[in-house]
């Protein structure tokens, strides 16, 4: 089993950047791959961004790409999601999760859930 917890959420100026990160317990980190997914006020949940096991390849939904860039540190059991240029319509809880398969897309294809951490854009 794989504990998930996220951290560096916070109020952020539109246009300004901020990086969340996500602590995962377990010594079986680096079998999962590893996803950020946010959920705005009165909207569903979406997909943000993936990366593989190894983190050799990453995934980006159309509205992220070219401003956040996800990575990972195996030796520290740990996911990050550098986000820039931020949006006000961006505000959300940002969750992290993982996943033993390849649908990196596909909320149902994960495995376990953290919390999540707000992060707030001011206009």
């Known amino acids: 089993q794989v504990q998930l917890a996220e951290s560096g959420g916070g109020l952020v100026q539109a246009g300004g950047s901020l990086r969340v990160s996500c602590a995962a317990s377990g010594r079986t980190f680096s079998s999962y791959h590893m996803g950020w997914f946010r959920q705005a006020p009165g909207k569903e949940r979406e997909f943000v961004a993936a990366i593989t096991r190894s983190g050799l390849s990453e995934y980006y939904a159309d509205s992220v790409k070219g401003r956040f860039t996800i990575s990972r540190d195996n030796a520290k059991n740990t996911v990050f999601l550098q986000m820039n240029s931020l949006k006000p319509e961006e505000t959300a809880v940002y969750y992290c999760?993982?996943?033993?398969?390849?649908?990196?897309?596909?909320?149902?294809?994960?495995?376990?859930w953290g919390q999540g951490t707000q992060v707030t854009v001011s206009s």
């Open positions: 999760a993982a996943s033993r398969s390849g649908s990196y897309y596909r909320e149902v294809s994960y495995d376990y």
